[in-house]
T-cell receptor, first 113, second 110 residues
């Protein structure tokens, strides 16, 4: 069964550094999402992406965040200058259409020191 | 704002039945999803209810009442592997981005 893959599984970075989290969505999916989950808290929506542009973003997704689909397969989340509070599990998800179930990758655990 | 409420934790016995409730107050409604999440892992899809009523899928069933803003997930014949968090989520916006409840941690005892 096709799956969403995320790399790296764990990223440790110094505060103020840039990080790029990578995702390969399921190949025929058209809608892409990033979510985050701070340890012990609920999953939070960050951004949705369709037709090569951001569709919607949450208040969390400020100017420090950006997303890109540099080629036909990868979908990346960049945090320009990380803060301690960015430490979380980041999940990428994709779906064929908007009203179909979203499939999640295994996540990247981001630890900011 | 959006509000999705679930009990924080529930305990049940192996072989028994458990019902996990979810109430929601959201600015729009496009159905309700249930996901399972084992500790440290990604959420995995369980069910999607758009219309009122009960949908059964093996040992798991999900119910929706739009007029009451209420859903539940029913798990039958509980197995130890069902120990996980169960998350309800409402899709909102043009891309149906998921707005999540805090999840219910289900503990199964032998």
């Amino acid at each position: 069964e096709p799956e969403v893959t995320q790399t790296p599984s764990h990223q440790v970075t110094q505060m103020g550094q840039e990080v790029i989290l990578r995702c390969v969505p399921i190949s025929n999916h058209l809608y892409f999402y990033w979510y985050r989950q701070i340890l012990g808290q609920k999953v939070e929506f960050l951004v949705s992406f369709y037709n090569n542009e951001i569709s919607e973003k949450s208040e969390i997704f400020d100017d420090q965040f950006s997303v890109e689909r540099p080629d036909g397969s990868n979908f990346t989340l960049k945090i320009r200058s990380t803060k301690l509070e960015d430490s979380a599990m980041y999940f990428c998800a994709s779906s064929w259409t908007a009203n179909q179930p979203q499939h999640f990758g295994d996540g990247t655990r981001l630890s900011i020191l | 704002g959006q509000n999705i409420d679930q009990p924080t934790e529930m305990t049940a016995t192996e072989g028994a039945i458990v019902q996990i409730n979810c109430t929601y107050q959201t600015s729009g409604f496009n159905g309700l999803f249930w996901y399972q999440q084992h500790a440290g892992e990604a959420p995995t899809f369980l069910s999607y209810n758009v219309l009122d009523g009960l949908e059964e899928k093996g040992r798991f069933s999900s119910f929706l009442s739009r007029s009451k803003g209420y859903s539940y997930l029913l798990l039958k014949e509980l197995q130890m592997k069902d120990s996980a968090s169960y998350l309800c989520a409402v899709p909102l916006g043009s891309n149906y981005q998921l707005i999540w409840g805090a999840g219910t941690k289900l503990i199964i005892k032998p």
